[in-house]
T-cell receptor, first 116, second 113 residues
Framework: EAGVAQSPRYKIIEKRQSVAFWCNPISGHATLYWYQQILGQGPKLLIQFQNNGVVDDSQLPKDRFSAERLKGVDSTLKIQPAKLEDSAVYLC??????????????FGPGTRLTVT | QKEVEQDPGPLSVPEGAIVSLNCTYSNSAFQYFMWYRQYSRKGPELLMYTYSSGNKEDGRFTAQVDKSSKYISLFIRDSQPSDSATYLCALRRSGAGSYQLTFGKGTKLSVIP
């Protein structure tokens, strides 16, 4: 079974520029997540999709971050304009419901963003 | 007080040692408990999950949850150099809707041959 795919793997941009990340979840996983992981910290949820609808975006900085999941499969996360503090690894994860309701989440390799 | 506390280490042990990794949490709404392993420049990989107090074993790994103390542990027996990674505890609230995981900071483990 193929895992969660993300691209690009690395991106360097200057502050105030825009950037976009792409994610393809595991086939059949209806739920998709974007997390931000700052160096030395655990991942923090930015947004959760159920199919193509947003379930939780309470921690998404909506003045500069946006995300969409067209057709309930692939997703893109965009930052415009980027700030220095956006330097982090952006992780995409997907999950499926289990009998226990645990929704085990499977992560992609992440996109490492450096804002200079 | 942070919702999830995890000692970031680093923790260095000799090969073959038993490793104990721990997290404490403050919110009793957390009902699902997971451990992820993250190698350098990779995404987190799910190791163990449990949703009840007690122990769960999988090979060399044992996850332990004590809801009364709000304390979770991961034990690694016969540790190997390939276990060298950052270990993240992750907790989730029960109920429908958001399946947000709340992570600890992670503990960086090095197993020395």
């Amino acid at each position: 079974e193929a895992g969660v795919a993300q691209s690009p793997r690395y991106k360097i941009i200057e502050k105030r520029q825009s950037v976009a990340f792409w994610c393809n979840p595991i086939s059949g996983h209806a739920t998709l997540y974007w997390y931000q992981q700052i160096l030395g910290q655990g991942p923090k949820l930015l947004i959760q999709f159920q199919n193509n609808g947003v379930v939780d975006d309470s921690q998404l900085p909506k003045d500069r971050f946006s995300a969409e999941r067209l057709k309930g499969v692939d997703s893109t996360l965009k930052i415009q304009p980027a700030k220095l503090e956006d330097s982090a690894v952006y992780l995409c994860a997907s999950s499926f419901p289990t009998g226990t309701g645990s929704h085990e989440q499977y992560f992609g390799p992440g996109t490492r963003l450096t804002v200079t | 007080q942070k919702e999830v506390e995890q000692d970031p280490g680093p923790l260095s042990v000799p090969e073959g040692a038993i490793v104990s990794l721990n997290c404490t949490y403050s919110n009793s709404a957390f009902q699902y408990f997971m451990w992820y392993r993250q190698y350098s420049r990779k995404g987190p990989e799910l190791l163990m999950y449990t949703y009840s107090s007690g122990n769960k074993e999988d090979g060399r790994f044992t996850a332990q949850v004590d809801k009364s103390s709000k304390y979770i542990s991961l034990f690694i027996r016969d540790s190997q150099p390939s276990d060298s990674a950052t270990y993240l505890c992750a907790l989730r609230r029960s109920g429908a809707g958001s399946y947000q995981l709340t992570f600890g900071k992670g503990t960086k483990l090095s197993v020395i041959p």
